[in-house]
């Protein structure tokens, strides 16, 4: 026997619930967001409901449970898909469903709208090329062994209409792209639909221009600058069959495509995949219950996979596809690690080592192209010494102390704080603080150094303007600038041939983020800013800067070796049971009285201690304590961090502090929860 968990039309009052049901062995094999009619509520009036969930366990509780009565036959439509999405999102996330039915299902609001305007706000000249190119390139892109072999895996298994998850893992520069071009070219070919998820930062002309050469007027592209009018009318396209092909952020997971074949996520590890509203969801999990929802396959394609993903992809959960080499032969960079702490022994206090400086010497002789990428990820209340490195640590989560305004240094996941260094407590040096230098200093040091020298400056300010991001990574593909110098944004898949150089200052500050993931995102950011150098024919080097050369994330960057540092990371992660070694629940609390916060914060810690001796279940409870940015507009914030190794175990306990709020109607702060989070709190 089967059971089914399932939800009732939108319009019932007990939106928030889902009623268990038998299903009927005549019924065969249902799946989740098959629409039913049940027999429902104390007259057994039938009423359409969701399958939003199948066991094969009896649910609990002294009770008769009804059964399904009927399947709605040739009614399934992407409503009842997205209804069924929205409940499962709702479980796993947390928040009320109403939430997560406004993720998924666009807002009802028309606009008048000229053909076109979207693609003409967001890039300018892709109207153009579609107009050219109305059926797009027929010719299939030549493939090296490595990306053919790829695409033959994926496509067979669609042929043999076999759906899994595929990690793509390829090394920067390895041909990705035209991958995913030829595998949704047969996707296409077969009158299936597609969409392709890029991390916004990475939706430029530069990327979304290949597309839109290839696949003509049967794509369209998504971006944050759309009103809820633009994304209502785009839906209403994609579900009329105007367009067949999405391409876009997070959000255009949820494009109604009812005949969805193939959904990929370039970029996989990207932060920006996990929402920060709630439902708190990860694309990278919706994207997978979508497609087995659709009968559809999924790629994640990455140089520096989540350690998450690698690590299903060794279980087998996922597919593993390699990419080792980059296409057209071109080698990878040659890389040098400097350490910083020698070059201040030397007398060398300023940003730029001195090998740095000699081979921007020399590539501005050779008319080649510059990128000096600024780390700043995770500077903020970040303290280290200069002298040996030496960076304070909690004792007991392994996690970077974060300097606050009161000069003491807290730990984000337990409260553990002790008062602030006036001395390196390793070595003695006086040479420890925070670190201070920001891209417009950086600027003018290149000015000044390098008066000859055009520069381009790409940060937060001077891309403010709508446009400005473009027109920078513009003018630099051009030649307009012979040295681009930027943060992270610069170094997201941007594909310039005449760089011949990237030097990394500051390689090692996002190792101390006060976040579990920092040693990945070290090696995600450095290896990614290392993939701009030497892309094309020009042999490519990198200068890595570090007061931690001996760290293993910067190593193993350095020397492009993921395994290696999968290996050692993961192991990290199980002593400390972090994930994907173990799983953990944040519980944030907010409101504008830090009193409040706290008394909320201890009755959430009496529920919990409840629920583990009511169910006999033990968890590892960490906090309350501040967050890392403890007031955020008028809004003071706390965090309670519980970890266990099962994860079903964190969502009942999820359920019962939900409960909990709700029954002792608990409304002086907002509670929200967020699952392995993939930024620090």
């Known amino acids: 026997m089967k059971y089914a968990d399932i939800i009732v039309d939108i319009s019932a009052p007990n939106l928030d619930k889902s009623f268990s049901y038998e299903i009927p062995d005549e019924l065969g094999e249902l799946t989740v967001g098959t629409p039913v009619m049940i027999p429902f509520g104390a007259g057994n009036k039938l009423k359409k409901g969701y399958i939003c969930g199948i066991r094969s366990t009896r649910p609990e509780g002294d009770f008769k449970l009804k059964k399904i009565d009927s399947v709605v036959k040739n009614s399934l439509t992407i409503e009842d898909e997205f209804m069924a999405l929205a409940y499962r999102m709702k479980t796993n996330y947390g928040g009320m469903l109403k939430d997560s039915l406004r993720t998924v299902i666009p807002v009802k609001q028309k606009v008048n709208l000229n053909k076109g305007v979207k693609r003409k706000d967001a890039f300018p000249e892709i109207s153009e090329l579609i107009k050219e190119n109305p059926d797009g390139c027929k010719s299939p892109i030549s493939l090296n062994d490595e990306q053919l072999l790829a695409r033959n895996t994926v496509c067979a298994d669609i042929d043999g209409d076999i759906h899994k998850t595929y990690l793509l893992h390829g090394v920067t520069g390895s041909g990705k792209t035209e991958v995913y071009i030829e595998i949704i070219r047969h996707v296409a070919e077969k009158g299936k639909q597609v969409i392709v998820l890029i991390p916004e930062i990475s939706l430029t002309y530069q990327t979304v221009k290949r597309f839109a050469m290839c696949f003509g007027n049967k794509v369209a592209f998504s971006h944050s600058k759309l009103s809820k009018g633009e994304r209502y009318e785009q839906s209403e396209k994609a579900k009329n069959g105007e367009i067949n092909i999405m391409i876009g952020p997070r959000s255009a ?16 590890h990207e932060a920006s995949y996990k929402s920060e509203n709630t439902p708190k969801y990860h694309a990278r999990e919706v994207a997978i219950w979508r497609a087995e929802m659709a009968g559809a396959s999924v790629i994640l394609g990455s140089a520096t996979p ?4 690698y690590n299903k992809a060794l279980d087998g959960e996922y597919t593993l596809l390699s990419l080792s080499k980059r296409a057209m032969d071109a080698e990878m960079p040659k890389s040098h690690i400097v350490d910083m702490r020698a070059e201040m022994k030397k007398g060398n206090r300023s940003v730029f080592s001195e090998i740095l400086l000699e081979k921007m010497k020399d590539r ?15 500077y903020a209340g970040f303290v280290s010494c200069r002298s040996c490195g030496h960076v304070p640590k909690c004792p007991h989560c392994d996690i970077s102390l974060t300097l606050h305004a009161n000069k003491r240094l807290y730990c984000h996941y337990c409260g553990y704080s002790i008062e602030n260094y006036k001395n390196c407590p390793k070595c003695g040096s006086g040479f420890i603080g925070g670190f201070g230098t920001g891209t417009e ?10 008066p000859e020298a055009k520069v381009l400056r790409m940060d937060a300010d001077t891309t403010a303007k709508k446009g400005d ?8 593909s051009k030649k307009k600038a012979d040295i681009l110098i930027g943060t992270q944004m610069i170094v997201k898949g941007h594909d310039f041939p005449d760089v011949s150089l990237v030097g990394i200052l500051a390689a090692d500050l996002s190792l101390f983020a006060g976040d579990y993931r920092a040693a990945e995102r070290t090696y995600q950011l450095l290896s990614q800013a290392s993939g701009r150098a030497g892309r094309s024919s020009l042999p490519g080097e990198v200068v890595i800067q570090t007061y931690n050369p001996e760290h293993y994330c910067v190593e193993y960057a350095a020397e492009n070796r993921y395994v290696d540092f999968y290996n050692q990371e993961i192991a990290a992660r199980r002593l400390m ?80 502090i ?8 608990i409304n002086e702060a907002s509670v929200q929860f967020d699952f392995n989070p993939v930024k620090g709190y």
Do not use: W
């Open 364 to 378: 501005l002789n050779k008319k080649e192209q510059i990128m000096l990428f600024l780390n700043r990820r995770g």
């Open 441 to 450: 200093k950086i600027e003018k040091m290149v000015n000044e150094t390098f």
């Open 577 to 656: 049971n972090y994930p994907p070694a173990g799983n953990m629940m944040v519980i944030y609390i907010q409101s504008e009285s830090p009193k409040k916060n706290s008394n909320v914060a201890d009755r959430l810690v009496y529920c919990i201690k409840h629920f583990e001796n009511s169910k006999n279940v033990k968890y590892r409870v960490l906090g309350p304590s501040e967050a890392a940015v403890k007031k955020l507009n008028d809004m003071y914030r706390s965090v309670i961090y519980v970890k266990d190794k099962d994860y079903g175990k964190l969502i009942e306990l999820k359920d019962a």
């Open 306 to 309: 989540s350690l998450e993903s």
């Open 253 to 268: 997971l949820f494009t109604p495509f009812s005949n969805l074949g193939l959904i990929i996520i370039d970029e996989e």
């Open 658 to 665: 939900e409960f909990f709020i709700n029954s002792q109607k």
């Open 469 to 476: 991001f473009e027109k920078i990574l513009s003018a630099f």
